[in-house]
């Protein structure tokens, strides 16, 4: 048997059986499913007789209501504002209507027709077998308004009261009776027989009548697809909000390994282009060099600035990055696919795409980039060390000269006095 929805029922009916269910363990899914409450579940429930009568008596009558066309007629106008509500309250609504529609169409009994009938029948008699008289409608209907409920449930109302009735509502202008004996006497047999046979002959055919059947199926598809489109949209959402959460870390990955064959790259370069070239240069100045801790110690500084321009790569790349995802006009044009929930797993992978190719682009840009800055660099050291080489051979070679220079000088000075002095021995004592 499918469960009898305690979902909708009100709050304080679901309190109410909540509230046994903290005596009785498991008794709320005993009523779903059975839509009963068993008797001996009500000797666990405490208080004064009184009270546990009018306990046990709502009890029952909230298991009754359970599966019935009230509750969920009572359910989908309490929830009518779908504007407000949540997912699951919509996949509620839905049920309810879902449930209506199995429940086929609505059976009522028509007590008003019945009372038509009575009405009718009470003009008709009077008029047909009490020639010259006939009762309005509306007096008609004051009799009928007295006795008809009774005969509509089986009670066989006296045939005297009937007639009474007839006759206090049966008055002239002046509110005098204008039955005589004979015509009430007759009134009390055969006419109002008539309408107690009519009433309890014929009230049958007006109970339990099945009402046009009212089709849920728009309101089912609607909900449906609302549910449907929500559900949807969240999906795409959620495809966006992961898209902008993994794409950064996506592009970060793919930054790292560019760096990581950049760094691999600068050491091939090491070795297969500065180390010759270095080589080559400290030869040039002098094959001794060679042989020191030149070359070690020019390559180090070498690594050093490689690693310098690598480093500074990868800033400017993820500086890059940061600016790309973050920026507000990008992350909107993003959350837009949103509004077109059919493509927005394509739209998303298109833009992966791009990322990656707008990011391979870039890195063979920046890669020779890099190579030809690390040339240049080299170059530029090189031709710095070769022009400051060349400086301290000249001042070298200046320095020589001022001190040949001197030594000349010195040298002719003594010569000088050396002839200055013999001419003076000479001159004194030869």
């Not at 950064?248 to 950049?262: D, H, L, M, T």
């Not at 042989?291 to 020019?298: A, M, Q, T, V």
């Amino acid at each position: 048997m499918a469960a009898k929805k305690v979902k909708f029922l009100t709050i304080q009916d679901r309190d109410e059986l909540m509230q046994l269910e903290n005596i009785s363990p498991g008794i709320i899914k005993y009523i779903e499913s059975t839509g009963t409450i068993p008797e001996e579940i009500f000797k666990n429930i405490t208080g004064t007789a009184e009270n546990v009568a009018k306990k046990v008596s709502r009890l029952k009558g909230i298991a009754a209501k359970l599966g019935t066309r009230e509750i969920f007629q009572r359910f989908i106008s309490d929830v009518s504002d779908e504007t407000g509500l949540t997912v699951p309250e919509l996949k509620d609504r839905l049920e309810a209507f879902q449930e209506l529609s199995g429940l086929g169409g609505e059976k009522k009994d028509d007590i008003q027709g019945f009372k038509n009938l009575i009405t009718e029948e009470i003009m008709g008699q009077i008029r047909g077998q009490l020639p010259g008289h006939s009762m309005s409608r509306e007096q008609a209907e004051k009799v009928t308004n007295g006795i008809a409920d009774r005969l509509f449930r089986g009670e066989d109302v006296p045939g005297q009261e009937i007639a009474e009735r007839i006759k206090d509502n049966y008055l002239d202008p002046s509110g005098k009776i204008i039955l005589n004996d004979k015509e009430f006497k007759r009134l009390k047999g055969y006419v109002v027989d008539r309408i107690r046979q009519v009433g309890l002959g014929k009230n049958f055919k007006f109970k339990n009548i099945e009402q046009p059947f009212t089709d849920f199926s728009p309101d089912i598809s609607r909900l449906t697809k609302f549910i449907q489109d929500i559900g949807e949209k969240e999906k795409a959402e959620r495809q966006i909000e992961d898209f902008l959460t993994s794409a950064p870390v996506e592009a970060r990955a793919g930054r790292e390994r560019f760096i990581q064959s950049q760094m691999a790259q600068g050491q091939d370069y090491l070795r297969d282009v500065a180390a010759p070239s270095i080589i080559e240069e400290l030869s040039r100045r002098s094959p001794g060099l060679l042989r020191g801790g030149k070359i070690s110690g020019l390559l180090g500084e070498e690594s050093a600035l490689v690693a310098e321009r690598i480093q500074e790569l990868s800033l400017q790349l993820g500086e890059d990055d940061f600016n790309f995802f973050a920026n507000a006009s990008y992350q909107n044009t993003i959350r837009k696919l949103s509004e077109s929930t059919e493509t927005v797993k394509s739209e998303l992978d298109f833009e992966r795409k791009n990322i990656r190719i707008g990011q391979e682009r870039k890195f063979v840009s920046m890669q020779n980039q890099l190579n030809r800055d690390l040339k240049m660099d080299l170059f530029k050291r090189q031709a710095e060390r070769n022009l400051n080489f060349l400086q301290a051979q000249a001042e070298n070679k200046r320095r020589q000269f001022e001190q040949q220079e001197q030594q000349n000088l010195i040298g002719t000075g003594a010569q000088a006095a050396g002839q200055v002095g013999t001419a003076f021995f000479l001159k004194k004592f030869g």
